[in-house]
């Protein structure tokens, strides 16, 4: 079953430095996203995104945060300078179509502040 | 603003029992209602959804039922399992984006 897949697993970074996560997303789907979860909180929304365009983003994601899709096959979230309160689990997904399609996730990368 | 409140935050439930948890909505104008599934370290697994015109949808031993009117919704899981045990969220979809429920931590005596 074909699923979004999402490198790295665990990332570690400074305060104040760059990071970008990346992630795979379903190969013939069109919409795609970036969800965070806090530890012991709920999961939030960050961003969407469809042909090449945010289509809806959150009030967390200001202008720290990034998304763009590469090439054919990736989509990436940077966050350009890293706040203590990014750490966090952060999750891609995808889905074929926008409306009431399902959106399908990634096991999630986690992001740890130093 | 919290748009999708969910309940309970954990509970309990030996193997065989039926595990329900509850949520209820703001706005109107979600169309799209999944539930999630989520063991630690994994992100989110759709498990069953439903759309507003319908009351209720089973799929195996899960169930949504779904009422407009009160703008609330329920997972009703029948016959769990330890393999159950496991991280639920509601969810509610409009304009691109699902808005989550806290989550229910459900687990499963065996």
């Known amino acids: 079953e074909p699923e979004v897949t999402q490198t790295p697993s665990h990332q570690v970074t400074q305060m104040g430095q760059e990071v970008i996560l990346r992630c795979v997303p379903i190969s013939n789907h069109l919409y795609f996203y970036w969800y965070r979860q806090i530890l012991g909180q709920k999961v939030e929304f960050l961003v969407s995104?469809?042909?090449?365009?945010?289509?809806?983003k959150s009030e967390i994601f200001d202008d720290q945060f990034s998304v763009e899709r590469p090439d054919g096959s990736n989509f990436t979230l940077k966050i350009r300078s890293t706040k203590l309160e990014d750490s966090a689990m952060y999750f891609c997904?995808?889905?074929?179509?926008?409306?009431?399609?399902?959106?399908?996730f990634g096991d999630g990368t986690r992001l740890s502040i130093l | 603003q919290q748009q999708v409140k969910q309940s309970p935050q954990s509970l309990i439930v030996q193997k065989g029992g039926i595990s329900i948890i509850n949520c209820a909505y703001e706005?109107?104008?979600?169309?799209?209602f999944p539930w999630y599934q989520q063991f630690p370290g994994k992100g989110p697994a759709l498990l069953i959804a439903i759309r507003p015109d319908v009351s209720e949808k089973k799929e195996g031993r899960f169930t949504i039922s779904f009422n407009k009117s009160a703008k609330q919704f329920s997972l009703h899981i029948m016959d769990s399992q330890p393999g159950d045990s496991a991280t639920y969220f509601c969810?509610?979809?409009?304009?691109?984006?699902?808005?989550f429920g806290a989550g229910t931590t459900v687990t499963v005596r065996a």
């Open positions: 995104f469809y042909n090449n365009e945010i289509s809806e």
């Open positions: 969810a509610a979809y409009r304009d691109y984006k699902l808005s």
């Open positions: 997904a995808s889905s074929m179509d926008s409306g009431n399609q399902p959106q399908h």
């Open positions: 706005n109107t104008a979600f169309d799209y």
